[in-house]
């Protein structure tokens, strides 16, 4: 069985590549995935393959029988992208201006599109029923996940496994962990009400802008002093935004920035930290302030059998020169409400572009992935369901 996974995959690997490249070039903003949603309920409805489209949103749910009985293992790909201007010279860079494929869900839809077309074909050697997840939107909060959970995408789930290509790992390297692997993700907005004035004449005013810039500094010992050292935590200002002109004294101030938490305590403990020290701070300089906490996706919690499951199957794959469990990442994914409600795990696929050292992160405008660890991640995710049922 697996061999023949193995090689059909590796036949399909240029379908693969051209799913991935015709994505990129095609790329949609979270929630306003029409078009990707189409052509994922096209490619399944051509195969013959069972599809429900529009599931809590843009969502893509398809479904594969084996022929012989068995549980149910889900599978789940993210295909939204990035309000980025791509920088990429590539013969397939982006077509729509401001929006790009800078995370690799261009990569994760390819994978899973082709390993599905495979299993339908492998069909009369399976057990069990494989559901195929496309989910939109996991890039912005509220994201995509948790409208499908409610719309009955695991109705019926066993287990749900999941990957990230994760082009800053050497390719053939597969990261994963048990327990808190990646960060409840949650966005913060700070608005500084000061009084505007003259630049000649500051004593006249509440310069908001002064207030904000002790605000940065200060919001830095929320977790160098009342996080516990041994609980992870970030909390970081990403937006600071006060115009006007070169002699005005600026009444109004904003700061956004984002908090990385693993476990609930911490997360409470920081939304109602950053308040107190804005109250503060603001009480210092005579201003009033408007503070809004926005939760976003909760941690990422594997499983521990069905982790050690990837494990050993990530080990069987010949492309595959490294398996380690690795340390929790700070990055936040949606595929946390998966895990709440069914066993599973989630874990990264190496794909460092070939012959760099060193590669652009996600999320910035030249962003790349070796297509290759497509095929990794396809032949990790299809074993990992075939041998779930072998196992369980």
Not at 42 to 55: C, R
Not at 148 to 165: K, P
Not at 221 to 228: D, L, T
């Amino acid at each position: 069985m697996k061999d023949l996974l193995f090689t059909r995959l590796e036949d399909s690997y240029t379908e693969m590549v051209e799913i991935r490249r015709f994505l990129h070039q095609h790329p949609e903003l979270s929630f306003q995935e029409v078009n990707t949603a189409k052509y994922i309920q096209s490619f399944y409805e051509k195969l013959g393959i069972e599809v429900t489209a529009n599931v809590g949103g843009n969502g893509v749910v398809a479904k594969i029988y084996g022929e012989n009985p068995g549980k149910t293992v889900a599978l789940r790909a993210d295909f939204d992208a990035l309000p980025i201007q791509e920088e990429n010279d590539l013969p397939f860079k982006s077509k729509v201006p401001g929006v790009m494929h800078a995370c690799g869900h261009d990569g994760h839809t390819a994978t899973l599109l082709v390993l599905a077309e495979v299993l339908h074909h492998m069909r009369k050697n399976l057990s069990g029923t494989y559901v195929i997840i496309h989910q939109h939107a996991e890039e912005y909060a509220p994201g995509g996940a948790k409208p499908m959970i409610e719309a009955g995408c695991l109705d019926g789930v066993d287990v749900i496994f999941g990957t990230h290509l994760w082009a800053t790992l050497p390719t053939g390297t597969i990261h994963h962990r048990v327990g808190p692997f990646m960060a409840a993700a949650d966005r913060f907005e700070v608005t500084i009400q000061g009084k505007g004035g003259h630049g000649a004449q500051p004593h006249k005013s509440k310069d908001a802008i002064v207030a904000a810039s002790q605000l940065v500094m200060n919001l830095q010992q929320v977790v160098s002093r009342r996080v516990k050292p041994v609980d992870p935590a970030v909390v970081t200002v990403a937006s600071f935004v006060a115009e006007n002109a070169f002699n005005v004294i600026a009444d109004k101030a904003k700061l956004v920035g984002t908090a990385r938490t693993f476990n609930e305590e911490t997360r409470d403990l920081v939304e109602q930290e950053l308040e107190r020290v804005i109250q503060g701070t603001c009480l210092a300089n005579d201003c009033t302030y408007d503070y809004t906490y926005f939760r976003g996706y909760p941690a990422v919690v594997n499983h521990e059998t069905e982790t050690e499951l990837v494990a050993k199957c990530a080990l069987q794959i010949p492309e595959v020169e490294k398996v380690e469990e690795t340390e929790p990442d700070m990055a936040g994914e949606d595929f946390a409400y998966y895990l709440q409600h069914v066993k599973g795990t989630f874990f990264f696929t190496g794909a460092r572009p070939e012959g760099k050292l060193e590669a652009f992160p996600h999320h910035h405008p030249q962003f790349d992935f070796n297509e290759k660890a497509m095929l990794i991640a396809a032949k990790t995710l299809g074993l990992a369901a075939i041998e779930y049922q072998n196992s369980y």
